[in-house]
């Protein structure tokens, strides 16, 4: 069971980036793709999740109207579709399984995530 995030980088404000998520081994579908970030110190944050068949979601408001999630049609990879970015969205990003409210069951150990910087 391996996620492997990928897609961050540096964007002015305002910009946008679209975070990959690649599932490998065991897929897990009956729980969705969460989408988590981190801030060095701070505790890591749910931000979005999608189901394994796209066809539902769930958005943290400080990222509704902004994000999108959405996954490949194979279903080995999903993304993570971020607009008008902000300099407050700066973090390390992950993914992992989780429910649809955003909790992990722990099916999967967390990634290197990917660093998005969002400058002023």
């Known amino acids: 069971v391996q996620l492997v995030e990928s897609g961050g980088g540096l964007v002015q404000a305002g910009g946008s980036l679209r975070l990959s998520c690649a599932a490998s081994?065991?897929?897990?579908?009956?729980?969705?793709i969460g989408w988590f970030r981190q801030a060095p110190g701070k505790e890591r944050e749910f931000v979005a999740a999608?189901?394994?068949?796209?066809?539902?979601?769930n958005y943290v408001d400080s990222v509704k109207g902004r994000f999108i999630a959405s996954t490949d049609n194979a279903k080995t990879t999903m993304y993570l579709q971020m607009n008008s970015l902000k300099p407050e969205d700066t973090d390390v990003y992950y993914c992992?399984?989780?429910?649809?409210?955003?909790?992990?069951?722990?099916?999967?150990?967390w990634g290197q995530g990917t660093q998005v910087t969002v400058s002023s």
């Open positions: 992992n399984y989780a429910t649809l409210s955003g909790i992990p069951p722990g099916i999967a150990s």
């Open positions: 081994g065991r897929i897990f579908s009956a729980y969705a």
């Open positions: 999608i189901s394994w068949s796209g066809g539902s979601t």
